[in-house]
């Protein structure tokens, strides 16, 4: 019965009987860090948060609407621009090669 006891040792029985331990790897030792910053960040956020979770739910709703709004509305103005902006030309290629001369024709900056 006494041999036993030393079939169930493993490495770390044998290196605390020497005063050693096992290293942890050092993703072992991030993803460690990362559980307990996120369980902690997600207590803060419960304890700290001036809204019930119904409240918060409703207002990043209407922040993703207003954004979604904002987005769309940005796209529908640059597809009007572009439908009224001559073939071959561009209004950023306008401003930046020719100044505006004496009758409204353009001319070449820096021409010769």
Do not use: C
Not at 14 to 31: D, N
Not at 67 to 80: A, F, P, Q
């Amino acid at each position: 019965m006494r041999w036993q006891r030393f079939l169930n040792i493993d490495t770390t029985d044998i290196l605390s009987m020497i005063g050693l331990t096992r290293k942890r790897s050092e993703a072992e030792s991030f993803f460690l860090g990362l559980g307990i910053g996120v369980v902690g960040g997600a207590i803060a956020t419960l304890i700290l948060t001036p809204y019930t979770g119904t409240e918060t739910r409703e207002r990043i709703a209407r922040a993703g609407e207003d954004l979604g709004r904002t987005v769309s509305n940005k796209v529908n103005e640059m597809k009007t621009t572009l439908k009224n902006t001559p073939t071959g030309t561009t209004e950023t290629q306008n401003h930046t090669q020719y100044g505006q001369g004496q009758q409204g024709q353009g001319t070449r900056i820096g021409s010769v």
